[in-house]
């Protein structure tokens, strides 16, 4: 037999990856090491110290030996009485990411379609295509509100098997509102998917809508993450709620004990601190409210936002070029300029006062 060396010059030749996967990018937000990052989303608050102590004590009380409890009942359990719904209406997951990813294993695939409305939350594309799911987009409105009449027709043209909102919509920060996600779930034959990854920033949910008319709304599925407003994006820990058919197709993709032990007690104890996490989402809300008033006063287009973060377009220099001098400043935001519908933006996560002080600074020396 031939000396293959791992991965040397004389080894074998490998497979090429799967076909449809060749020409995906992978997603890729800049890690540039700076001091201010504001690029991510992530909350800019650590968790509460009180989650801290409760989590240490309970990972030193985990058999390690055993795999974890398969069904997270405990978690689960917390999380359906939060919302007030039954541990059968809850899927848990490796973050939101993983999420929509387990519902586009069990209702996507090579024919079905994905239906979108740009510009939105990248990995939506992204991970329909990972899983080999046809996507069909058509475009929002130049207000980056939803066009129902686009909506429809991209869901007669296409008969998606899953239609995904983003509320508040990821990179624009606008909440779509209940009227809107009504009419939406109204148009489309399967499942209508709202990713509420900043739920907790926006004044109204889609959870309203399962809990006025949950035979109508059998279909749509409400999808949240402890990444952002609970501090815990280094967890990786998400969930849906939804009708408890599409938790278990969740279920039958999910691979066994898929959620670590610590994680499933890192989630469950952090619902017992619903008044810190409160607490975090006025304060980004005020300091966002600061920088949307310090926009006014720049060279910059901006749109509102139900989000913990701002949507910007610098109107008399390059985007890039401005990414570029709040990166000399030791400031990264996210150069959102290349995306679909979004030339010229950037997007700037909301951070701690101070961070919000050394962006505003540094992004007024660069429109001077
Ligand atoms: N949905 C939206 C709209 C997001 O912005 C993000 C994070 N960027 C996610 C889902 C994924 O979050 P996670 O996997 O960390 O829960």
Same mark, same amino acid.
């Given at each position: 037999?031939?000396?293959?060396? +791992?991965?040397?010059?004389?080894?074998?030749?490998?497979?090429?990856?799967?076909p449809?996967?060749?020409?995906?990018?992978?997603?890729?937000?800049?890690?540039?090491?700076?001091?201010?990052?504001?690029?991510?989303?992530?909350? +800019?608050?650590? +968790?509460?110290?009180?989650?801290?102590?409760?989590?240490?004590?309970?990972?030193?009380?985990?058999?390690?030996?055993?795999?974890?409890?398969?069904?997270?009942?405990?978690?689960?359990?917390?999380?359906?009485?939060?919302?007030? &719904?039954?541990?059968?209406?809850?899927?848990?997951?490796?973050?939101?990411?993983? &999420?929509?990813?387990?519902?586009?294993?069990?209702?996507?695939?090579?024919?079905?379609?994905?239906?979108?409305?740009e510009?939105?939350?990248t990995?939506?594309?992204?991970?329909?295509?990972?899983?080999?799911?046809?996507?069909? =987009?058509? +475009?929002?409105?130049?207000?980056?509100?939803?066009?129902?009449d686009?909506?429809?027709?991209?869901?007669?043209?296409?008969?998606?098997?899953?239609?995904?909102?983003?509320?508040?919509?990821?990179?624009?920060?606008?909440?779509?509102?209940?009227?809107?996600?009504?009419?939406?779930?109204?148009?489309?034959?399967?499942?209508?998917?709202?990713?509420?990854?900043?739920?907790?920033?926006?004044?109204?949910?889609?959870?309203?809508?399962?809990?006025?008319?949950?035979?109508?709304m059998?279909?749509?599925?409400?999808?949240?993450?402890?990444?952002?407003t609970?501090?815990?994006?280094?967890?990786?820990?998400?969930?849906?709620?939804?009708?408890?058919?599409?938790?278990r197709?969740?279920?039958?993709?999910?691979?066994?004990?898929?959620?670590?032990?610590?994680?499933?007690?890192?989630?469950?104890?952090?619902?017992?601190?619903?008044a810190?996490?409160?607490?975090?989402?006025?304060?980004?809300?005020?300091e966002?409210?600061?920088?949307?008033?310090?926009?006014?006063?720049?060279? &910059?287009?901006?749109?509102?936002?139900?989000?913990?973060?701002?949507?910007?377009?610098?109107?008399?220099?390059?985007? =890039?070029?401005?990414?570029?001098?709040?990166?000399?400043?030791?400031?990264?935001?996210?150069d959102?300029?290349?995306?679909?519908?979004?030339?010229?933006?950037?997007?700037?996560t909301?951070?701690?006062?101070e961070?919000?002080?050394?962006?505003?600074?540094?992004l007024?020396?660069?429109?001077?």
């Open positions: 037999m031939d000396e293959v060396g +791992p991965g040397g010059p004389s080894g074998r030749a490998l497979p090429p990856v799967r449809d996967l060749s020409a995906l990018d992978g997603y890729h937000s800049a890690q540039v090491d700076v001091e201010v990052r504001l690029n991510t989303n992530e909350s +800019p608050l650590p +968790p509460p110290s009180g989650w801290i102590e409760a989590l240490t004590a309970a990972v030193a009380d985990i058999e390690f030996n055993r795999y974890p409890d398969r069904q997270a009942l405990g978690l689960r359990g917390a999380l359906a009485d939060s919302h007030g &719904v039954g541990v059968d209406e809850i899927f848990c997951a490796n973050g939101s990411n993983e &999420v929509l990813q387990c519902l586009l294993l069990a209702y996507g695939g090579p024919s079905r379609t994905a239906a979108l409305f510009p939105t939350y990995l939506h594309r992204h991970i329909s295509r990972i899983t080999g799911t046809p996507v069909a =987009t058509g +475009p929002r409105r130049a207000d980056f509100a939803l066009d129902l686009v909506v429809a027709e991209v869901v007669a043209g296409s008969d998606p098997a899953l239609t995904f909102l983003c509320s508040p919509n990821n990179p624009t920060g606008r909440a779509d509102s209940l009227d809107e996600i009504t009419a939406v779930a109204g148009m489309v034959p399967g499942i209508l998917v709202v990713d509420e990854a900043y739920g907790q920033f926006a004044p109204s949910s889609a959870l309203a809508l399962r809990g006025s008319d949950p035979a109508g059998r279909h749509v599925v409400v999808v949240r993450t402890f990444s952002k609970w501090s815990m994006a280094g967890t990786r820990l998400g969930y849906l709620v939804a009708d408890p058919e599409v938790v197709a969740c279920e039958l993709v999910a691979l066994p004990y898929h959620l670590d032990a610590a994680k499933q007690e890192a989630g469950r104890l952090a619902l017992d601190f619903v810190e996490m409160n607490a975090r989402v006025a304060a980004i809300a005020e966002r409210g600061r920088i949307a008033a310090a926009f006014a006063e720049l060279p &910059v287009e901006t749109w509102p936002s139900d989000a913990n973060f701002l949507l910007f377009r610098p109107t008399g220099k390059a985007a =890039t070029a401005v990414w570029s001098d709040l990166v000399s400043a030791s400031v990264l935001v996210r959102c300029s290349a995306w679909p519908g979004l030339t010229g933006c950037l997007r700037v909301v951070g701690l006062p961070e919000n002080d050394r962006f505003l600074a540094a007024t020396e660069s429109l001077r």
